[in-house]
């Protein structure tokens, strides 16, 4: 059974200083989060979705400032991407060097999203950093879009689940790439 089942966003807080992984509504789907620069949180979380750290994660955050220390902006970029956020759009950005490998995959870029959903974005506030945000569901699965759901899979696993509502989103984010404007998904 997960530690921690609430609505209160201050214990999910607690939860991501605490190195933990948080399930928390997004805007089309649930999400599962936690620090980025925690290597551990980050290896656990990939571990609950059974994905391939190749693949690289998407950050979430409630603003650019956040996501500004890790990523290569340009003018060019910035003015891509600036027009869609907040909102639900995921953009590909090349990132800063130094950014982990556990973040980035096989890859030089971040999946990256100044999000819109109320939630999602007051825990970035609140936290005062950008989360990684990856869809609630081994990755062979759909993913989830309630607190039930994710409570009733990952019932023997050890995370945080905020309860809340997603988004009216249809299906997940969009993902674009910064650099050229083509759409990824």
Same mark, same amino acid.
């Given at each position: 059974?997960?530690?921690?089942?609430?609505?209160?966003?201050?214990? &999910?807080?607690?939860? /991501?200083?605490?190195g933990?992984?948080?399930?928390?509504?997004?805007?089309?789907?649930?999400? !599962?989060?936690?620090? =980025? /620069?925690?290597?551990?949180?980050?290896?656990?979380?990939?571990? %609950?979705?059974?994905?391939?750290?190749?693949?690289?994660?998407?950050l %979430?955050?409630?603003?650019?400032?956040q !996501?500004? =220390?890790?990523?290569? !902006?340009?003018?060019? %970029?910035?003015?891509?991407?600036?027009?869609?956020?907040?909102? &639900?759009?995921?953009?590909?950005?090349?990132?800063?060097?130094? #950014?982990?490998?556990?973040?980035?995959?096989?890859?030089?870029?971040?999946?990256?999203?100044?999000?819109?959903? =109320? @939630?999602?974005?007051?825990?970035?506030?609140?936290y005062?950093? =950008?989360?990684?945000?990856?869809? &609630?569901?081994?990755?062979?699965?759909?993913?989830?879009r309630?607190?039930?759901?994710?409570?009733? #899979?990952?019932? +023997?696993?050890?995370?945080? @689940?905020? +309860?809340?509502?997603?988004?009216? !989103?249809?299906?997940?984010? &969009?993902?674009?790439?910064?650099?050229?404007?083509?759409?990824?998904?």
């Open positions: 059974m997960p530690q921690h089942y609430s609505s209160d966003l201050t214990t &999910a807080i607690q939860q /991501l200083k605490a933990k992984v948080i399930a928390y509504p997004t805007e089309a789907v649930y999400g !599962l989060g936690c620090d =980025p /620069l925690n290597e551990h949180a980050v290896m656990h979380l990939l571990d %609950i979705k059974q994905r391939p750290i190749e693949k690289g994660l998407i %979430i955050a409630a603003s650019i400032q !996501l500004e =220390p890790y990523l290569l !902006l340009t003018d060019e %970029i910035l003015a891509r991407v600036m027009p869609t956020w907040a909102g &639900a759009t995921t953009w590909v950005i090349p990132a800063q060097a130094h #950014v982990p490998k556990w973040l980035t995959g096989e890859h030089h870029s971040l999946a990256v999203r100044v999000t819109a959903h =109320p @939630i999602a974005q007051q825990l970035c506030r609140d005062g950093s =950008p989360l990684v945000s990856t869809s &609630a569901n081994e990755t062979t699965q759909p993913a989830m309630t607190a039930a759901e994710v409570l009733e #899979v990952f019932a +023997d696993k050890d995370i945080f @689940i905020l +309860d809340g509502k997603v988004g009216e !989103l249809a299906q997940e984010t &969009a993902i674009y790439d910064a650099v050229s404007g083509k759409r990824l998904r």
